[in-house]
């Protein structure tokens, strides 16, 4: 059974509108300002009222429990040992609807979010891709400059802790460490990816709204990690535009430039961008 | 020495005996699990690799290799000729091949050492290449619990020579024994020769 | 004491061959680190509220962060990083494992299955020495000028390589530490193992052994097959940090070629997956027993609840993928890991269901060891439902890596498992000391730990959901983080009040078990088989081997006349 298919025929268009389980976390999440962010949202939310439900049920049954059952002068237990045919099929199938009204709702809801959006890359001219390379204690960000192509000469000086994009452009976004594992987390976008040293790793968003935005590390990388701070900048279209053409192109690569290629290690810092996604 | 020594084996408790194998049985499996994931890790890093530096062990210490691979086989050998002896309760030639054994055990151990030592001068390292560290933390790890099976060695022939109950301590320690011959096996068909 | 062999003051205490000797070693080295983790966890709270300042007098801030580089007494972000590695370390295992499964598998499997000792007296002592050895090298790395460990208690490459920066070898005695721990793990299981295995009394088939046994017996077979699979990182990890290989370290720092960091991770979690079961199984099988005993009626579908546990351990093993869904697997690989994960619930809510059923319908007594077992109920139940915002991979990747991950475990490792612990602590203290617990304390100690925990992990999940990412000094650096450190301070708060209970804990336990009120042999009326010998056991437990007719849950059975109660070695005259 396709999953995907089947819970994509629940449409979702606006934020929040799977709140059932609102007000249990009574702090909220950083504003969403990404295409697919909801989704996230909506999964959680729906978790948190399946989960209130059950939960509440046990609660009020412990409750009605300790009041009803507790060991007073004529009260006796009831010697079930629960192993009769029937006590088995209850339970079971009682477990059984636990697994199909949570687990099964929200594997069909992940799996159907990461195959419309998570995991479907954008391709085409308009869409904007950045190498990212983070390293002790700081975000470097490539971009590919005029040409388009990665690894060349007109590619932008990469900037640190800065990020630019345009509003309403899908972004994709290529990660490798210099050094130790990090971890990119945008929060107001619900998105996260590991920066493994000796993999690229890809992940792509799309911003809604413009605006500034944290970018934290969210894997342990030495004394300063709970400082590795970027900001990610949404610009309108001429405003990125604009903020492109003030950045200096980074000329030819030097001969001692970080890696070796024979041994599979890119020879700027930059890579030649994987095209296979 | 006479052989009475030897000669009340057959009375010891087939239960009791039964129980020391699980616990080895335990054993051997834990070992296995933890050999299993050393050289899936192994397979893991030649895989991902660009250039794995197979073959460059020079052939003089391919050689010492081959030795040794031959000498615990050998000591295998030797060691089931322990158990056939204790269990035809022949003092003698039981002393005899848990002495034989134990020099083997030796013999290949100083082998290794001389290998590591050719190795290492002429460039293969544990830090030259992965392929370098890989063969040195099995080996050595091998040869870590070589250590421990010779010792148990010793701890037989002392058993043996001041009590009783010797066919089952000598299987428990030749399960540990055999098990350490074919992790050498492995190691050296997929480390050393492949 | 215990009569043996020799009686010697060496062979009697400190090296006996005694299971119910080494049990209580286990357990007093056991509630030591609990305290000890729980004291660096104290810091760490100070330090995320009082962010730089110095500590106070109470906290020993004088006598541990003297030479501190950012000021004496105070904690900088290099000594924070060090404390939370080194609270989760010790937690995991130095504290809950020596006290449920050291302390606890030793004391109750051989009485409880009927027989006088562990199969291997011997090994069962070295296993404890291993365990104690490993302590010494773990409190050795306090003693090292650059300080412990700093990577996390999951000591990911290459931070925790030489590459990474963490200064000074607190990282390599941790390793080399944690490998020893292992090592007595494993001699204990297979003890544990072989002993229920082979020496169950007659009449004691597997499904009339407690529930307790069956926790310890799936948790050792767990150890057996996964410790040695952390061995073999912590080989890796170690040859990395001090024989200059490069196994797992890649990338621009690496000067050997073909290393790879994501293997350590894989390793790491084939085991770090079964062990939270293995730390979890124990304190479902004694919860389940206890709400027996104190429900006055079997188990509920204590079959059922048996095979759900072995499937919960099968099902393990195959899902650790569910650590790594954001580091760039293949697709098909993590939802296969997804749909695994998920698969784990069927088993653990029907064995949740039989707990409920065996409160239904019996004779509920509020004893201390209850008020815990219940409570596990509760925390559990929690723990578990959060599970799933992890368990799903597009929660996930908003979750990873959060405090939402970290009230999530708190809530199954923390409170469940040592809810656990107190319950069995509680329970059989007049079994292993032959004297009471103060009832009054144990009752304060209940609620003054159940309330603030909540308080403490509740909000944490909160924090999580609201974006707050781990192991982070000084949260202020963060504007997306600011509306949440408000929450810090009542969480401390609570913390501190958690910490002091353990205090009160500690005192009764200590006194008890020198001015106790002496305990009959059955102050429960409980009707497994370690209720069947009085205090002081002798050393072979049993003077005649027990022959066993009935389960382990015999309660209110209306063909025992005149009480609610029958022992397993006891026939019911029907």
Redesign the interface.
Known sequence: MNFSEVYSRIKIKSKNQLKLGGGI??????KDVSLDGY??DD??HY?DGI?LF??GI??L??TY??IK????PG?????????RKK??II??C???M??LT???V??G???R??KQA??KFPKGENVVKVEVMPQ?FAWNFRYAGLDGEFATADDLIPTQNQMHIPVNTPVVIQI??????H?F?I??F?????A????V??LWFQATETGEF?I????????????M?GVLTVDSHEDYQKWLSSQDEEGEPEEDD???E????PTF?GWSWKEAI | MTNKLLADSHLHNKETQFTSVIGMIILISSLTMLFVALIASYGVLRVRSVNWHSHSMSYYSLSIACFNTMLILFSSYSYSTIVKHVKALNLTKTLYWINSTIGIGILFLFLQSTLWYLLTNSGYSISSHQAGSVFYMLSGLHGLHIIIGIISLFWLRGKILTSDNHVNRAQLVGIFWHFLTFIWIVIFFSVIIY | MHRQNKQTFWSKSIFSLDHKVIAKQFLFLGIFFLLFGGYLAMLMRWSLTHTMEQLPWWLLGDLLYQESPVGSGIIGPDAYNQLFTMHGTIMIFWAITPILIGAFGNFLIPLQIGTGDMAFPKLNMISFWTMFLASIVLLASYLLPQGTAAGGWTAYPPLSTPVGGIPGSGQAYWTLALTLAGTSTLMGAINYITTIVRFRAPGMSYFRMPLTTWGLFLTSILNALFVPIIAAGLIILLLDQVAGTQFLVAGQKATIPGGDPLLYQHVFWIFGHPEVYILILPAWGVVSDLLSVFSRKPAYGYKMTAICMCTVTALSGLVWGHHMYTTGMSPLLGKAFMFLTLLISIPSSIFFLNWLGTLWKGALKFEVPMLFAMSVMWVFGLGGLTGLYNATITSDIYLHDTYFVVGHFHYTMAASVMFGAFAAIYFWFPKIFGREMNKKMGVVHFWTSFIPLNLVFFNMMVMGYAGHHRRIFDPSEFEFLKPILGLNEFMTLAAFVLGIAQVLFTINFFYSIFRGKIATKNPWNAATLEWTVSEPIPHGNFAIIPEVFNGPHEYSNPNVKGRDWISQSEKINS
């Open positions: 976390w009574f702090l909220d999440p950083p989704r996230i999964v959680i978790t989960i059950y939960f046990v609660v049954l412990m429990f300790v059952y507790r060991a007073r009260h006796s237990a009831e010697y079930d040992k629960g192993d006590n088995v339970t079971i009682m477990g059984m636990v697994f949570i687990d099964v929200i594997e809801m992940a799996f979010d990461l998570f995991w002790q490798a460490p210099y050094d130790v594992i971890s987390f929060p107001n619900r998105v996260k990816v590991d493994t040293p000796g993999m790793n890809t944290e934290a590390c969210a894997e342990l990388c030495g004394n300063s990690h709970y400082r701070k970080w890696g070796d024979d041994e599979g290690v810092w």
